[in-house]
């Protein structure tokens, strides 16, 4: 007895020793797991707007069409060329005494021309409505983001919550069959008594495996909306809200002004007015142009003749004013006609697109204020389940102590109260998704001020463990 005390007291001792040894021992790096990441609704929001892949994308082209709006006096910038050319004539040039006669020349050729466009300022317009148009949707993308973040976080909220109900119903089912099992060994119960608990604990066994599988599932596609590697650890800090929050609902007006997809079509058509206006312009006015040039030449480079002058040289250029109308545009069915009426035809379009999707908007936030109204009524329904379930359990632990029941008998109304409970908020949690997505339809979503998430006060009051 005295060497096995001896060998219990060295064992800790001797353990600190090897991993001691091991963490201290040069050129050997120990294993690191991925830092967790702990995240509440705000955090997960503005990590979201930060680290998603496809804002970022859209950032990179609002921020290129940024820079060709600001480059609009480019329009203005007059076209500059230049070029030089050795040319071989194919007969001797006989230039004016003392020069000699050559056969090579060289020219150099510089010019300037500016063409001004009658609808140039209605394009700058449209490329500033399309700049405009762009960043309404880059809002609107982030507003999508922040709200399947949102209904994301709740919902991984109660899959948590029904994977502890799956667990525990779970273990019933197994101490159900481990009883069962011990009736049929006594002649008390049959053998279709004993498949049909083997079947209830496969059941609950394979509900269990969906649950999780269904929390994974869901809990990769908030990590990749987040920017987050799936194999870092993740806590959820917060609670589904407690019925009691929504007895006082005021819910938001319907303000399709205020939406950013609206907001974008209306930057969309004045993008294709202004460019209607530039397109009638264009048939409409002709086409100022100016040019410059300056052409220097020379006569044979290589052949220098008397008192070294090299050939002739001779020195052209001149500026020029051009008003150019193109006749075909007075045809209705011409090229430029054909792209007038398409425009046309794309604008009233988009007013349409604005029209249909204002009024599905209204039908959505009608529609939700509706079922939001029904769930509120049904909360009352919920709770008084749940008390009688309570109720139930308060009886049946009266009944365990005083030794007049079983303990499967009390495992199953705790069981019972546990669904309750996870009835009530499933119910909550689909009142706070129909909130969240009501925000956003009427225009006026976003993050609450207030980034406490209030928890379920009484959702566990008076469940003995």
């Keep these: 007895m005295k060497r096995s005390g001896i060998t219990w007291v060295l064992y800790p001792i001797l353990v600190l020793i090897v991993s001691t040894g091991v963490t201290a021992s040069p050129g050997v790096d120990p294993p690191r797991s991925p830092r967790e990441i702990r995240l509440d609704e705000s955090t997960a929001v503005k990590r979201a707007l930060n680290e998603n892949l496809s804002l970022r994308a859209q950032q990179a082209t609002i921020a290129a069409q940024a820079r060709n709006a600001d480059l609009w006096w480019s329009r203005l910038v007059p076209s500059l060329s230049a070029g030089s050319s050795l040319i071989r004539h194919n007969e001797e040039i006989v230039p004016r005494p003392p020069a000699d006669p050559y056969s090579l020349s060289v020219a150099l050729d510089l010019e300037a021309r500016f063409t001004f466009a009658p609808g140039v300022s209605a394009d700058v317009r449209s490329e500033r409505e399309d700049l405009s148009a762009a960043r309404f949707r880059y809002t609107d993308a982030g507003r999508n983001i922040e709200r399947q973040v949102r209904t994301l976080f709740y919902s991984l909220l109660l899959d948590y919550e029904r994977i502890q109900v799956a667990e525990l119903t779970r273990d019933l089912a197994q101490e159900t069959l481990e009883q069962t099992a011990i009736d049929f060994r006594l002649g008390r119960v049959d053998s279709r008594t004993l498949r049909q608990a083997e079947l209830s604990t496969q059941q609950a066994d394979l509900r269990l495996r969906e649950t999780r599988s269904a929390y994974e599932d869901s809990l990769a596609i908030f990590k990749n909306l987040l920017g987050i590697d799936e194999d870092v650890p993740v806590i959820l800090e917060g609670e589904l809200p407690a019925e009691d929050s929504f007895r006082t609902l005021e819910p938001p007006g319907y303000a399709p002004d205020l939406r950013p997809d609206i907001s974008a079509m209306n930057a969309e058509i004045r993008a294709q007015n202004e460019r209607i206006t530039s397109m009638e312009r264009g048939r409409s006015f002709p086409v100022l142009g100016v040019a410059a040039s300056w052409s ?11 008192e070294g002058v090299y050939g002739e040289w001779n020195d052209t250029g001149g500026m020029s004013l051009t008003l150019r109308f193109e006749l075909q545009e007075l045809f ?48 009352e329904s919920r709770r008084m389940n749940l008390d009688l379930a309570q109720e139930i359990y308060d009886l049946t632990d009266q009944a365990y102590r005083a030794g007049t029941t079983d303990l499967l008998t009390l495992r199953s109304a705790r069981s019972e109260v546990e669904a309750a409970r996870l009835d009530l908020l499933q119910e909550t949690f689909n009142i706070k998704s129909d909130l969240i997505d009501l925000e956003y339809v009427s225009g006026v979503g976003g993050i609450p001020a207030s980034t406490g998430v209030t928890g379920p006060a009484d959702a566990r009051k008076g469940i003995t463990q």
């Design 332 to 379: 209705p069915f011409s090229r430029s006609g054909t792209s007038l009426n398409s425009a046309e035809a794309r604008l009233e379009s988009l007013r349409l697109q604005k029209q249909d999707t204002a009024e599905t908007g209204l039908r959505e936030y009608r529609s939700l204020l509706r079922r939001i109204e029904t769930r509120i009524a049904a909360l």
């Design 296 to 306: 220097p030449r020379s006569g044979d480079p290589f052949n220098p003749g008397n």
